[in-house]
């Protein structure tokens, strides 16, 4: 991490099913920061669900109205961000978030995601005939842009509090060497 970068919010990556809207949901009650997930915010801001968004106007349409969403957050301070699994898959979008935030990427396997999201059908990814292999291929093809997050959690074998705390841990650290102020 570079010294000249502030740590004034927290910015969660990673495929879908990893945690990320719990996580940090609960991060943010806990250091008081506001939570936006930009899945929901994306939906609220369009009057659209994102399955309807990739549906109508396609999964190009989509990544633009992320990345119209990473230059509106960038202005923000004391926030927890939740981002959509595709977000960082963009060197922009991941370069935006590393400029105002400490970066955590919460990772599982391909199963693991799989037992997590297989009943949920807002997922338009997976609206594919071998579900399993798509989240295999997607999460191949966007693991170089994850390993570039600060810090990497696992989230296979630990609750969403044990995950929550340490991102916590990860993000008092960060901020303490970087300004020396804890939250």
């Known amino acids: 991490m570079s010294s000249q970068r502030t740590m004034h919010n927290l910015a969660l990556i990673g495929f879908m099913g ?9 991060v943010a009650s806990h250091i008081h920061f506001q939570f936006i997930d930009t899945d929901e915010w994306i939906e609220n801001h369009t009057g659209k669900s994102i399955t309807d968004i990739f549906a109508q106007a ?11 969403v990473v230059g509106e957050i960038s202005h923000l ?40 999201v297989r009943a949920q059908s807002h997922r338009p990814l997976l609206k594919d005939p071998d579900p399993q292999e798509k989240i295999r291929r997607l999460l191949a093809s966007r693991e170089p842009f994850y390993k570039q997050a600060d810090v990497l959690v696992n989230t296979e074998m630990r609750s969403v509090k044990e995950v929550a705390q340490h991102v916590l841990h990860q993000f008092q650290l960060a901020r303490t060497s970087h300004d020396g102020s804890a939250t």
């Open 58 to 68: 396609g999964e190009a349409v989509f990544r633009q109205i992320e990345k119209q």
């Open 77 to 116: 301070n004391k926030h927890v961000f939740s981002t959509g699994g595709g977000l960082a898959a963009n060197a922009e979008n991941l370069q935006s978030l590393k400029s105002h935030a400490l970066v955590v990427c919460l990772w599982a396997s391909p199963e693991v995601i799989w037992e997590r």
């Open 18 to 26: 990893t945690g990320k809207s719990s996580v940090g949901r609960l």
